[in-house]
């Protein structure tokens, strides 16, 4: 299932930087035993908003990568995508 991350960060923060912290916060969390993977970052600079999309068994194992990014979500809630 998807799960998509929302977090807010200042304007100046650049996307490379938080979708590594992000691919290896879920790397961490699948290590440890979670089935996630990190799919894709969003960020919309002007609203200071970010999204991260992730592919996960549940919104606990997507709030375990997060902190072990260093990152705090606001919310977490499954997603649908279309390719």
Sequence with gaps: MLYLAE????????????????REGATGAAGAGADIRFVQAIFVPQDESCFAIFRARSAHEVAAAGRLAGLVFDR????????
Excluded at 8 to 17: N, Q, R, S
């Design 76 to 83: 977490i809630v499954p997603a649908v995508s279309i390719p």
């Design 7 to 22: 977090f807010y960060l200042a304007e100046d923060t650049g996307l490379e930087g938080i979708a590594l912290r992000a």
